[in-house]
C-alpha cells in the first residue's frame, strides 16, 4: 500500500513557539492532502484540504493565520503551528491521496504527530 | 444531526465470534464508505472501501453498504484480540474528496 511520512511523531513545546509538522507521500503523487485533528476520545475532524500549487481550503472554524499550510510539491506539505497555546495541544494527522487514475479516491494517512503544549 | 454516526460502544465479543459493526449516514448524496481501524495512539488504517450496494469480503471483513437506508455495516468474523480497536466509519460525498469521520466505535475482543 501507499505510506505517508509525517514527521516529528511527537513535539513538546514551550506556548508562543511555532510548530511544523511535514507529511510526505513516499511512493506516490499527491495533488491533495489532508490536514486532521483528533482530540482524546474523539474523532478526526478535518481541518484543511491541501491542494499542490494552491491556497489551502480550511474547514469552518479553522484559522487559516494560526495554522498555516504549505503544499509545495507533489509529495510534501507542511502544516505550521504558529503562537502555540496549550489548548492546540492535540494529535494531528496529514493523509494523501494518489494523483493517479486508480484508487484516487483513497485517502493514506501518516502516523500522525502528537503535540504537546506547555 | 450528525453525519456520521456510529455507536459508541465499548461492543464486547468473545473471541471467535462475529462482531458486527454499523454506522449511518445523512446525506444521500454520499458516493464511497470507508472504513478505518485506530488502535490507541495511533493514526487510522485503511481495512476496506465500498462504493455499489452490497456486500465486499476481504478476508475475515465483510463491508455491507445499503444506500437507500443510508447504512453502511463492518462484520468481523472469526474475531481476535489483536482486532481490539476503535473502528472509525468515513463517508465521501464526492469521489476523492474530503472524508467525514464518525465518532468511532470501540470494539474489544476478550480471549
Known amino acids: 500500500g501507499a505510506v505517508v511520512s509525517q514527521h516529528p511523531s511527537r513535539v513538546i513545546c514551550k506556548s508562543g513557539t511555532s510548530v511544523k509538522i511535514e507529511c510526505r507521500s513516499l511512493?506516490?503523487?499527491?495533488?491533495?492532502m489532508f490536514w486532521y485533528r483528533q482530540f482524546p476520545k474523539q474523532s478526526l475532524m478535518l481541518m484543511a484540504t491541501?491542494?499542490?500549487?494552491?491556497?489551502?481550503?480550511?474547514e469552518q472554524g479553522v484559522e487559516k493565520d494560526k495554522f498555516l499550510i504549505n503544499h509545495a510539491s507533489l509529495t510534501l506539505s507542511t502544516l505550521t503551528v504558529t503562537s502555540a497555546h496549550p489548548e492546540d495541544s492535540s494529535f494531528y494527522i496529514c493523509?494523501?491521496?494518489?494523483?493517479?487514475?486508480?484508487?484516487?479516491?483513497?485517502?493514506?494517512f501518516g502516523a500522525g504527530t502528537r503535540l504537546s503544549v506547555l | 444531526q450528525k453525519e456520521v454516526e456510529q455507536n459508541s460502544g465499548p461492543l464486547s465479543v468473545p473471541e471467535g465470534a462475529i462482531a458486527s459493526l454499523n454506522c449511518t449516514y445523512s446525506?444521500?448524496?454520499?458516493?464511497?464508505f470507508f472504513w478505518y481501524r485506530q488502535y490507541s495512539g495511533k493514526s487510522p488504517e485503511l481495512i476496506m472501501f465500498?462504493?455499489?450496494?452490497g456486500d465486499k469480503e476481504d478476508g475475515r471483513f465483510t463491508a455491507q453498504l445499503n444506500k437507500a437506508s443510508q447504512y453502511v455495516s463492518l462484520l468481523i468474523r472469526d474475531s481476535q484480540p489483536s482486532d481490539s480497536a476503535t473502528y472509525l466509519c468515513?463517508?465521501?460525498?464526492?469521489?476523492?474528496?474530503?472524508?467525514?469521520f464518525g465518532a468511532g466505535t470501540i470494539l474489544r475482543v476478550k480471549s
Open positions: 493523509s494523501a491521496r494518489s494523483s493517479g487514475v486508480s484508487f484516487s479516491h483513497i485517502q493514506y
Open positions: 511512493d506516490f503523487q499527491a495533488t491533495t
Open positions: 491541501s491542494n499542490e500549487g494552491s491556497k489551502a481550503t480550511y
Open positions: 446525506d444521500r448524496g454520499s458516493q464511497s
Open positions: 465500498i462504493y455499489s450496494n
Open positions: 468515513a463517508v465521501q460525498m464526492e469521489y476523492g474528496n474530503k472524508l467525514v
